[in-house]
């Protein structure tokens, strides 16, 4: 069983930086495309970021300039390094793994909140 494992939240003010760690032991994450993905309250989840084992990353509109995904393949971990924090960006950030087909997999999650 695949289990991601998201780390790294917190609380931050506004402008502050964060940075969230994916791992998941005795998978090879450098053959996945990791995602990250977020839920606000009351909001439906949402992507944030994703860094394939081949091709373009992505981010979405709303955070790009600000957050940058990347890819620690001799700690088998993925990062999502994120600056200059809004409020908006409050949210639970979940880190999935897709390996193709069925073979995806999604974390707990991590709770990431901006506030003064």
């Known amino acids: 069983q695949v289990q991601p494992v998201e780390s790294g939240g917190g609380l931050v003010q506004p402008g502050g930086s964060l940075r969230l760690s994916c791992a998941a032991a005795?998978?090879?994450?450098?053959?996945?495309?990791i995602g990250w993905y977020r839920q606000a309250p009351g909001k439906q989840r949402e992507f944030v970021a994703s860094?394939?084992?081949?091709?373009?990353?992505g981010y979405a509109d709303s955070v790009k300039g600000r957050f940058t995904i990347s890819r620690d393949n001799a700690e088998n971990t993925v990062y999502l390094q994120m600056n200059s924090l809004k409020p908006e960006d409050t949210a639970v950030y979940y880190c999935?793994?897709?390996?193709?087909?069925?073979?995806?997999?999604w974390g707990q999650g991590t709770q990431v909140t901006v506030s003064a």
């Open positions: 860094i394939p084992n081949r091709g373009t990353i």
């Open positions: 005795g998978t090879r994450l450098s053959i996945a495309t």
């Open positions: 999935n793994i897709d390996f193709g087909g069925e073979y995806n997999f």
